[in-house]
């Protein structure tokens, strides 16, 4: 190898080749000297060539090294002082990996050495650790950038438009038996025919992939025999894990990234990626000096008043200072390489409100939301946030700014108290099936601020929602300890599994029940992976470290009547205006035909009043969407109109009797989609104020076509 040393730049960060050779730069305010150590294979225990380098640009350091070039492997040495007190754990006998890399070739082999103290020291992490971790950690790899995108375009689906599945990369595809064997579990079986295909038959918009930035699994977890399956303990966050990789690991993972996504997009099918910008692998003070802890300590994470420790909103023993210049540059460009090199269509943020926090309070006017709202590149794509950490005052429902839409953990609870029968107000179900305005009406924001969701990663599948009352995680091997105890669920009244047809059924309907209510919500509906075809996990609430059947979608004990469903179910939804609505119900009549925009009624036929809407015990309700009272206009100008639907919700345990409306609001309606009868359009029509019968537990939605 040419050893000949250029300066190089100090931008960009990470490694870049340009064609003939290298640039490499790091950050790093308070070492005292920083090496590149270039490796020739991955076995390799010890670096070919040490580098040191010279120069610095500000707290950049950098060189320029020619002729190498892709699938080189490389790391750094970081010296400093290690003075645990003050927030410095400079240890240059560990091999670190690079911030910026674009891809990593291989995984942590966990040992002692990867520590910057002696494990079982008296003195803890303030005692040194002499040992080299060279031999037990992967390398990063300069990549070649170049990639052919023919003519990918990214979909740019409205929000009001779009419908989110939520999916694990290797759990959707590892069990599937049309895609090759080779290739299940990566990111060449999510870009196979047979999935997309899949996704658009079930009317998907957008794939929301768990994360798949290279990430650490914990030391506990493995010698448990166990993984960090959900991929939530980030170390890189421009590179693609190489775990789902179907072909090498020297940059092929990057180009096998691009190729899922082009052929996705070619499909209509966004990308959009969960991101761990909050807290890094590394864990608190007693975790392993891997990246971030060797190259700056102070300069990367939220420490405390005692220097050594760290604050930890995140539940994880650190979290990432956004409020320091260059943390927020990292996390940044990497946003943006996601976009404009991987052309991914939007993200994620886990525990986005320790992003939003200056000093100790979320602060809406943060640093980190006016970089976003001022980059013409981050801004103009979908950001969604999970508004809450586990810090003091982190449940931040409702409260992100105008352009960011948030998990809305408030809708989850509320429609699943309402099917499960718990005393709880008709109002909440009402602000939450319109959108919840008392969340997002205000800083200009419209319905697509919510995303609604009954289920998520974390947490009962659909299925188990209605199969058990509490959680059974004994395998995760913390003796049923982790994992939500209120699951706001409902087992029918046999918990697990069970043979009995009245059970059965009545959990099937529950799921269809849920199911509507989600896709015919005001909002964007996200759907988890599975629950449309009856995934189980057998009843395990945070099977994060289950990288087996309990987490993989089971697709030869796929529920296909359920599947069916719900693809009708999405179908109906996306076709018509008056349930994806970009703008908010008035409640006010419409010019010429003194119908309001939406009205509630209840079994009788009468409008409901207001003190109607705070009977605890009152477990159904009806609605009226109009049709002519969207109030917006389509791409062309053209103002929207959209046929009348009246739904009907009944979460009682037995019949009810419902009275339709008098004929200003429709003269004659047709049976849609009855939950208790598992049908659609099955022929019944009704005429005004004629009395349908609304099964127990069931939604009954009927239609007066605008023609």
Not at 197 to 213: C, F, N, R, S, W
Not at 288 to 315: C, H, K, Q, V, W
Not at 498 to 523: A, C, H, I, P
Request: aromatic share 12%; hydrophobic share 35%.
């Amino acid at each position: 190898m040419d050893t000949k040393v250029y300066t190089g730049n100090p931008f960009p960060l990470g490694a870049t080749w340009d064609g003939k050779g290298s640039n490499f730069a790091i950050y790093s305010q308070y070492a005292t000297g920083v090496e590149l150590c270039l490796f020739n294979d991955v076995k390799d225990e010890t670096e070919s060539i040490k580098i040191k380098m010279t120069e610095r640009s500000g707290h950049i350091w950098h060189v320029y090294l020619p002729k190498v070039g892709p699938g080189q492997l490389y790391g750094y040495r970081v010296s400093g002082p290690y003075e645990p007190h003050n927030g410095h754990r400079f240890n240059v006998n560990k091999l670190l990996i690079d911030p910026n890399a674009k891809a990593i070739a291989g995984t942590i082999n966990w040992h002692d050495s990867l520590f910057g103290y002696q494990l079982g020291h008296p003195e803890e992490d303030l005692s040194f650790n002499a040992e080299d971790s060279a031999p037990f950690m992967p390398k990063c790899v300069v990549i070649d950038p170049s990639f052919d995108w023919e003519d990918d375009k990214p979909p740019q689906t409205p929000f009001h438009q779009t419908v989110i599945y939520e999916a694990h990369v290797k759990g959707f595809t590892q069990l599937h038996p049309d895609i090759p064997e080779e290739i299940r579990g990566t990111y060449a079986a999510l870009a196979h025919p047979v999935v997309i295909q899949y996704l658009k038959d079930l009317g998907i918009t957008a794939i929301e992939l768990m994360p798949v930035h290279h990430f650490v699994s914990d030391r506990h977890l493995k010698e448990r025999g166990l993984t960090n399956y959900w991929g939530y303990n980030t170390m890189a966050y421009y590179a693609p894990d190489v775990r789902y990789s179907s072909g090498g690991i020297l940059g092929d993972q990057v180009v096998e990234f691009k190729n899922m996504v082009k052929q996705l997009h070619k499909a209509g099918i966004e990308v959009i990626l969960d991101v761990v910008y909050n807290h890094t692998g590394e864990g608190n003070q007693m975790g392993p000096t891997l990246s971030f802890r060797g190259i700056d300590n102070a300069s990367y994470y939220r420490l405390t008043e005692d220097r050594r420790y760290y604050m930890d909103f995140t539940g994880t023993g650190n979290t990432l200072n956004a409020m320091l210049p260059n943390v927020l540059r990292l996390i940044m460009d990497s946003l943006r390489y996601w976009i404009t090199e991987m052309h991914v269509d939007g993200f994620r943020f886990d525990l986005a409100a320790a992003l939003a926090r200056e000093l100790h309070d979320v602060d809406r006017l943060s640093s980190f939301f006016d970089i976003i709202y001022q980059d013409p590149v981050i801004s103009q794509v979908k950001l969604i946030a999970e508004p809450w950490d586990v810090g003091e005052g982190g449940y931040q429902v409702g409260n992100f700014p105008h352009g960011w839409s948030e998990w809305n953990g408030k809708y989850r609870d509320c429609i699943r108290d309402y099917w499960r029968g718990a005393d709880s107000m008709l109002g909440e179900f009402a602000e939450r099936f319109t959108g919840s305005s008392d969340l997002y009406k205000g800083d200009y924001r419209t319905p697509t601020s919510s995303i609604n969701f009954i289920t998520a990663h974390d947490g009962f599948t659909l299925h188990d929602l209605v199969s058990y009352n509490e959680k059974h995680n004994e395998a995760n091997g913390e003796n049923n300890n982790d994992g939500e105890y209120h699951n706001r669920s409902w087992n029918c009244s046999v918990e697990g599994p069970t043979d009995d047809e009245k059970v059965v059924k009545l959990r099937k309907k529950q799921q269809r029940n849920f199911l509507t209510t989600l896709f015919l919500s005001q909002g964007v509906a996200m759907l988890t992976a599975g629950d449309e075809i009856g995934r189980t996990q057998k009843g395990n609430n945070n099977p994060y470290c289950q990288d087996n059947e309990i987490s993989w979608i089971n697709w030869a004990e796929a529920d296909l009547e359920l599947l069916d469903f719900t693809k009708k179910l999405i179908h109906l939804a996306k076709e018509h205006p008056v349930f994806c609505r970009r703008g908010w119900f008035q409640g006010y009549p419409i010019r010429g035909i003194g119908v309001e925009d939406i009205a509630w009624f209840l079994p009788d036929g009468t409008e409901m009043s207001e003190e109607h809407w705070n009977y605890w015990y009152a477990k159904s309700l009806a609605v009226y969407l109009n049709g002519q009272g969207i109030h917006a206009l389509d791409p062309n100008g053209e103002r929207i109109v959209d046929d009348n639907f009246y739904i009907i919700f009944n979460a009682h345990h037995g019949s009810i009797e419902y009275k339709l409306p008098e004929a200003r609001y429709g003269d004659t309606w047709n049976m849609v989609l009855n939950t208790g009868t598992n049908t659609f359009d099955d022929g019944s029509t009704y005429t005004a104020e004629q009395v349908v019968l609304v099964k127990s537990r069931s939604v009954v939605v009927l239609i007066n076509p605008k023609d």
